[in-house]
């Protein structure tokens, strides 16, 4: 059974047209995109939405969804001659589409006389097409920036939440690419090796498998600082910390975290807070379930995390209270996780409020709960990340530290034992079946046992 | 001696404020470019006029030179704490400019207010750059795409057409990852590849020398489509085409290619057709010289292919006139090189005609000669590729034959022989050097004894 059938696609452009009710819904496919001139291009990624309901990889392409007349049309340039000379033959459009049944194409230059008073869009990311929607519709940027329409960002993110059949299958080779990445990052880490041979063989472990990172890579010696995108350092001693993830064939994303000693055994201090955030991920997985708050796991996360501080003595009173007041959040700033599917961060273009809340739960505004990008219930079907952390950021126990914040909460003294320990991150990804968070992918090593074992059959 | 110290920058600044004279001008940097959602980014990538006069590789920044004040400034945000929390220490904006000597720094939303009535600025290739430009100057996106300074962009085409020493060395570095690349192709392209693997061991190379392409990599066993970008095939038997090439540490460009047989060794009929292109390009280097016109190197190669497909019966009548009509360019549709530098297609934002042509040379109109990138008088410091080819492309052999055209040069019977035989492209980078064409970056196999020499010594 084909998963991404003609008629999949079909069905999800009647629902997006039920839930939006009337006008045009016009989807922006991207265009390529320029590095340092305009035919020097990055490699080409294909707007998430557009490839939800037209599913056609191409660049320049514009999806229309008339309800009112009940038609649906792909916009876009066929190839002249001169293309076939320096890009090869291509597929014909109209059969591109009718792959995803579309029955009518047409070229761009038709688009802007074919829309009518109400156009829905989405929130443009992509400036180009900030720049094409304000001359379709002849409204400056500012007002096309503001102009995207609430009740077509609710429908697509009612659809894309819930993931179907074909889609966790396209996640599980999503996990299966990024649980490869891992393993031969593992074994790349060793003493000598600077992060970016570290990351030079894991994107070779992604493209031999012919795909690619669904975000650019963290690979650091220094995992307190949470999105570190330098590569330079040499692996001495410490922790190394990775996060990183493939692509399916289809674009759907993985995301993982493992955090190990350089060494090949952890310190007795290592092991102490790798398993505060070992036992933080099982608990959260225990806890998440269909029709449970995320806003509730991450909070028992945090949890697990402040007693198990308070037992090494680095946090001390009430830890439901430490928790409520967000003094935890010294050493796990940021959310526990966020929807996955096309996207890593699954539908962000589509605004972390509309994806992540609802009108029963809204985002907080305390620090690191601020962060966090998934609030609401959980549903059957619904994929996503799982990522506790514990981090030694000098530069914030420090502010903090001058500032005497939480100081009811937080053992300073004994902090500042732990500068220069760097950081922890353990992230899996798992969906909803059968109410229950189940595990996308194979298994990586995952306890302190399960590291050091690997990381020992390398020697 | 710092090749790129405070005083090259300063001094490239002043020579650009004698070239342009009077008012302001404003240099844009780069931002980060959004992939699928707003902060899942490309690679970074500096402009490149912006790394030549402010070699600052951060997003985020404009520089501004205000002739008649005699003041520069380089505008951007420092790090807050977030920013430090998600990606860490960062270096103060102000001591990166002092670096580059440029003494004033300060926060973007005050440029709006120091510009005055004649602000210089190159055409801008990246639609983020249109909207900034069209806020700040309050033009529409039409204007400003129309507006930039024809003065501006001739004198840092003066400036960064003619290369020194710091960028040669540059270049050189940048050929050395090149070659790497290549070699570590010519050992991974055997019978039962496919080309993504290819690839990935190319990136897996230049990922190790802590470099990225300079371009999307052609890797294909269909070298008669010129850019072909589909990576899916696998290597069984005739020619595998190879164009790549590594960026150095400042982001200098190498660009070469290589065609080879997935067999050791050359099949007669692919060996004859090499062996003109191998020719064409050395009778090239020879012709490269200051004060020739480029233009004229080109038309040499033409004439070598010409002469050698008339030789095995492919072509017919007096190769001169041939190559004037166009002929040739049935199986030679491009030009014969550009220049190279900072990018791959050295200052191609800044619009091919002014970097390629001047008031003595312009460009030609005719197929083939009208993809000619570079046609003017080569000067000492001149860096650009040398790249002939010949390609029997189906589609353009079947319109020409059906359009009878060009049948005084063309034997079309002969010619239909070679369907199926792909594509020829060799491609080495030079630099003029006393006058003369200087090879960058070290030797890579490039005659049919040497490529299989080089092959069969893998065996």
Redesign the interface.
Known sequence: MDLFSEAIYTRRRAQLKTLVGNGQILLMG?DE???????????F????SFLYFFGIDRPGLVGLIDIDANKETIFGEEAT?DD??????QALLADLAARVGVLDTAPLHRLSATLGATVHFLPP????N??KL??WLTKT?EAITAGWSKPLVESVVALRSVKDDGEIEELEKASKVTASIHLTAMKAAVRGT?E??V???M??AA??A?SSFS??PIVTT?GQ????????HELREGLFLCDAGGESAK?YAGDMTRTYPVATTFTTKEREIYDIVASALQASVQAAKADILFKEVHLQAALVIAEGLKDLGLMKGESVEAVSAGAHALFF?HGLGHMLG????D???LGEDLVGYDDEVSRSSQFGLKSLRLGRRLQEGFAFTIEPGIYF?P??IE?WQSEKRFADYLNYPKILGYLGFGGIRLENDYYIKHGKAELLGPAVPLTNTEVEDFRKSLD
Not at 225 to 232: F, K
């Open positions: 991207n995109s320029s590095s340092n001139f305009e035919h020097n291009h990055y490699p990624r294909q707007d998430s001659i076939v000379v320096w890009t090869g033959p990311y992509r400036p180009e900030i720049l304000g001359a940027p600077r970016f041979e990351l030079a063989e994107q070779h493209a031999m012919n975000f650019p220094n600082t949470l999105h570190n995108y330098y590569y330079g674009h700033p096309l996207d890593v961060h539908m962000e273009d950021i530069e914030l502010k």
